[in-house]
């Protein structure tokens, strides 16, 4: 889930300093229930947050409707409600009125320290077994060895050109940095301070002898380096984007040629659009989401039928085929309405999954395991992004 | 000024141009919503009536088109009911402070949005502690409203004969029948323009709401805003725009007609 | 029952005879309630943001503490960012506002003094209908009218000339266009106001139209016009959504107040800028306090 991640990488930012220290320190996490051996009868009622358009009950459009459902199914009622942003997110759970949240890589770790989440027992979650190894147990989902989410969908930022003006055809970042004056006025990149990490990405590969490991965690000088590279990016730039349409139109209309995208942008273009999406050789930055349930649900059986349903292959296909993200199963694919769409947001290619790094929040704490320098926090990158633009 | 018909046709010609330059805007967005391309590109590829449909079978947003009539009704009351009480004390009485009294009702639309809007969160939020919610959104939106009320009423009262009021006071009439008898009947076409606006500022009102609404307070303003980011919906908000512009001219023409009227009495 | 009804009514009578005789006790009756709203919930609500302000963030927790400090607004004053920013949204506001009211005025005029009353009616209909077209809808119409293969574009290259594209110059465009009819209004009200006798009288003693216009059309309008420049000028300053859909790379105030109480959850900081359009906003209405502007609004 793409689209908000300008609003994801949000407010968060420090506060998720405390969450980290605490796992970097590998402190016993606060939540203290145990995992559920066995699931009783099913509740009645199911109390759901996240990204909207995560659980989509045929309010918006009649043909958009995967908790119907899951109604019938189970007997839950559901009750779904969208944020806007990580921090609102936050400030929500904590009121207690949910039962399980769709949360990005963010919040997942506050989430986790604050004890407000329970560690799952995988085993009562059958579908789970079904998941792409690779979105397992990583360091966003999974703390101690205890799993605490369930993935709901991942995705690429991608690089996106026009093919009868960007020639010869891409292959490398360096097309919207370095060489990105052939091209000034029609470039355009991300309107959120995380796309700071595009840089780093790109300087990680082009520029090793600044040492850069994890492009969410740079120091001063490597993040001097990302900004001087972005603001020569800026007199190239025609427009910066933070949604779908506005990305849309532009590439559409010409009047932005190459730039970051989003594979579901790609798909919404019209057939007579001549434009291209590729993930470049130096890989790119993306996202990947979880759901968890409270330490204090209230319905928490309904709450594992929730979490195994999403990730079954019918649900998770429609999902993820409505949001334009890849599913977190192979078998979603047979259910996607387009035949094409696992193939296109190479769903299940792990070697391509290997390339993204996943969005996190940068901390003081270095993520790449430097103790001798302190890394800058989001508020530094913040900061730097308001400079940047001018 | 009595103007040569050179200067007559001058004026009409500009303000016909100017009325194109109003409505060509509002061209592009009803075509767009018959567009069958979804990236409202130019021009358009195609005729569907399939935005439309999904418009009015789109419960989300009927749900947040009553939410904003309900906001704006209610944040409109208070804003007829506050903004009437001020000017009618402006009006008849010179006290001091009068004039820091005046300023203070234009201050929140004076103020840029995103000011009141942080100010209105702040407060909400931190000092008093309230999960924001619907009634959140209401007082921010009557607070910038009393404005539109208060200059209209304020207007009437300037040219509204005062031996009216009197001679009903001098037949005995109290206070408040003079109010309902004499005073308000001459207010009225004043108190519906001033509401009108006040609803208009209201239900299209985006910044201040954004700060003041809960998640799950959506206006249709709010719902637009999340449709735009949601693949396949951009249509369907061109859909609205040109719906709520056809029924506004209800509202619109009946303010006329009550100004309309007054002034030929 | 016509006892209690009787008895109620002779209540409501001496409460009126009562106030009647105190006219300063129905004045603190008619003020209170709109005093307390506005005092209590706005002005409080300005006065905590100002003190929010000289807080600071912790950059630990993220959580506001309130340790007295001066670092966000000396930040803000002499940080070349802000500046540079508050100048170029100072002049697109500026801009939006002298564009309006050269647009406004003639038809302003043309309804007010010209056109006959079934003209006038309708005329008053049409300025007002696209209000109720959601602002961002039209933000977005614009948006595929400047673009490279949009109207603007394909009306003007047979001239030679081409649109100005996702720039300053559309977010003036569309700004102006957008807070047009909030411009007309008071424009087309204050020219109602001007008496047609007092334009006759002007042209009996021989004064030409435009003369007429300006020595006694334009001083009477003079309120109208600084109404009409307040609402296009405040709102072209706080604004931060049309600059992102039509404003290319650039950023105004509003975006870096959105920015850090958005995304960097540093209320202080988002605080001290909104110093500036507040003081810029005190500034403009000081000045023209006296010239009874504010009753037009």
Redesign the interface.
Same mark, same amino acid.
């Given at each position: 889930m793409k689209f908000m991640s300008a609003l994801k990488v949000s407010v968060v930012a420090t506060a998720v300093a405390l969450t980290l220290s605490a796992c970097g320190t590998a402190a016993t996490p606060t939540a203290s229930s145990d995992v559920p051996t066995k699931l009783g009868a099913n509740e009645k009622t199911l109390s759901l947050l996240g990204w909207p358009g995560y659980a989509e009950d045929g309010s918006n459009d009649p043909k958009v409707d995967w908790v119907t459902p899951f109604e019938e199914e189970t007997g839950c009622q559901v009750t779904f409600k969208p944020y806007g942003t990580s921090d609102e997110a936050l400030s929500l759970f904590k009121t207690g009125d949910y039962d399980a949240i769709a949360a990005s890589g963010d919040a997942t770790l506050r989430l986790i320290a604050g004890g407000q989440v329970a560690p799952l027992n995988t085993d009562l979650i059958p579908n789970y077994a079904n998941v792409y190894s690779f979105l397992k147990n990583r360091e966003w989902n999974t703390v101690d060895g205890k799993t605490y989410g369930v993935p709901h969908g991942y995705g690429a930022n991608l690089l996106m050109y026009n093919t009868k003006v960007v020639k010869p055809a891409p292959t490398s970042w360096d097309v919207v940095f370095d060489k990105a004056s052939a091209y000034k006025g029609k470039v355009t990149a991300y309107d959120s301070p995380i796309y700071i990490a595009d840089a780093a990405l790109y300087l990680m590969v082009h520029k090793p002898e600044l040492g850069i490991k994890n492009p969410y965690s740079l120091d001063e000088t490597q993040l001097a380096a990302a900004v001087d590279l972005l603001k020569a990016q800026r007199q190239n730039i025609g427009e910066y984007w933070s949604d779908y349409l506005k990305s849309i139109s532009a590439f559409e209309s010409g009047d932005t040629v190459v730039g970051t995208t989003w594979q579901v942008i790609r798909n919404s273009m019209s057939a007579k659009a001549t434009v291209e999406a590729i993930l470049p050789s130096e890989g790119a930055t993306g996202w990947s989401d979880s759901w968890m349930i409270s330490s204090t649900a209230k319905s928490p059986n309904c709450a594992y039928a929730w979490l195994n349903y999403i990730d079954s292959p019918k649900a998770n296909a429609a999902a993820t085929e409505y949001f334009g993200e890849a599913p977190v199963t192979q078998a979603a694919c047979d259910f996607m309405a387009s035949k094409d769409t696992c193939a296109s947001y190479h769903a299940g290619d792990e070697a391509y999954a290997a390339k993204i790094w996943y969005w996190t929040t940068p901390i003081t704490k270095c993520l790449d395991g430097r103790k001798d320098v302190q890394c800058t926090d989001y508020a530094r990158w913040t900061e730097a992004w308001q400079e940047i633009k001018g | 000024m009595r103007l040569s018909n050179t200067a007559r046709w001058t004026l009409g010609a500009i303000s016909l141009l100017v009325l194109t330059f109003i409505y060509v805007p509002i061209a592009v967005v009803v075509i767009n919503s018959f567009n069958t391309s979804m990236n409202m590109a130019w021009p358009p590829a195609g005729f569907t009536l399939e935005w439309w449909g999904r418009a009015v079978g789109s419960q989300g947003l009927l749900a947040s088109l009553g939410l904003s009539i309900f906001v704006a009704s209610c944040a409109t009351a208070i804003a007829l009911l506050l903004g009437t009480l001020i000017s009618l004390a402006l009006s008849r009485y010179k006290f001091f402070g009068r004039e820091s009294v005046s300023l203070l009702v234009v201050l929140p639309i004076a103020l840029p949005g995103i000011v009141t809007g942080i100010a209105l969160n702040n407060a909400f939020r931190t000092i008093m502690g309230v999960q924001l919610s619907a009634a959140t959104v209401i007082i921010a939106h009557a607070t910038f409203c009393i404005v539109t009320v208060y200059n209209n009423v304020m207007a009437r009262m300037a040219r509204m004969n005062r031996s009216l009021e009197e001679a009903s006071a001098d037949l005995g009439a109290g206070l408040w029948t003079t109010f309902r008898l004499v005073t308000f009947p001459q207010l009225r076409s004043a108190l519906f323009a001033g509401g009108l606006l006040a609803f208009g500022l209201s239900f299209d009102e985006i910044i201040v709401t954004t700060f003041t609404a809960g998640s799950g307070t959506q206006t249709l303003p709010i719902w637009i805003l999340t449709n735009m980011f949601r693949p396949n919906q951009a249509p369907v908000v061109n859909v609205v725009a040109v719906a709520m512009v056809i029924v506004s001219v209800i509202p619109i023409y009946v303010a006329q007609r009550m100004a309309g009227a007054e002034s030929k009495r | 029952m016509t006892g209690g009804a009787s008895a109620r009514t002779s209540f409501?009578?001496r409460v009126?005879?009562m106030?009647?005789s105190r006219?300063r006790t129905? %004045?603190g009756l %008619?003020?209170s309630?709109?005093?307390a709203?506005?005092?209590l919930?706005?002005?409080?609500?300005?006065a905590?943001?100002l003190v929010?302000a000289l807080w600071t963030?912790?950059?630990?927790?993220?959580?506001?503490k309130m340790e007295w400090t001066f670092d966000n607004i000396v930040h803000v004053v002499t940080g070349s960012?802000y500046q540079?920013?508050t100048l170029r949204t100072v002049g697109v506001a500026l801009l939006v506002t002298v564009v309006d009211l050269i647009?406004?005025l003639?038809?302003a005029?043309?309804?007010a003094?010209?056109a006959s009353?079934r003209i006038q009616?309708l005329?008053?209909?049409?300025?007002?209908?696209?209000?109720?077209?959601?602002?961002?809808?039209?933000a977005?119409?614009?948006?595929?009218?400047l673009?490279?293969?949009?109207?603007l574009a394909?009306l003007l290259r047979p001239l030679g000339l081409d649109t100005p594209?996702?720039s300053l110059t559309g977010v003036v465009l569309t700004m102006g266009?957008i807070w047009?009819?909030y411009v007309i209004l008071p424009l087309y009200?204050g020219l109602e106001r001007v008496p047609n006798s007092l334009?006759?009288a002007?042209?009996d003693l021989g004064a030409k139209?435009f003369t007429?216009?300006r020595t006694?059309?334009l001083p009477m309008l003079t309120p109208a016009i600084i109404a009409g420049s307040?609402?296009s000028f405040?709102?072209t300053?706080?604004?931060?959504?049309t600059v992102?859909?039509v404003?290319?790379?650039s950023?105004m105030l509003?975006n870096?107040?959105?920015?850090?109480?958005?995304?960097?959850?540093? %209320?202080p900081m988002?605080?001290a800028i909104?110093l500036i359009?507040?003081v810029i906003?005190f500034g403009y209405?000081a000045a023209v306090?006296k010239t009874g502007a %504010?009753?037009?609004?």
């Open positions: - | - | 409501a009578r009126s005879t106030l009647y006219p129905r %004045l %008619l003020l309630a709109p005093l709203w506005l005092v919930i706005y002005v409080a609500s300005l905590a943001l929010t963030v912790d950059d630990y927790t993220g959580a506001i960012l540079t920013v647009i406004a003639p038809i005029f043309f309804m003094k010209v009353s009616r005329m008053v209909i049409a300025v007002l209908m696209p209000l109720w077209a959601s602002y961002l809808v039209k977005y119409a614009w948006r595929s009218v673009s490279h293969d949009g109207i394909w594209g996702y266009y047009l009819p009200a334009l006759e002007a042209s139209s007429t216009f006694v059309v307040i609402f405040s709102l300053l706080g604004d931060y959504i992102n859909i404003g290319g790379a950023q509003g870096l107040v959105y920015t850090n109480v958005g995304t960097a959850n540093n %209320l988002a605080a909104a359009p507040i906003m209405i306090r %504010l009753e037009n609004l």
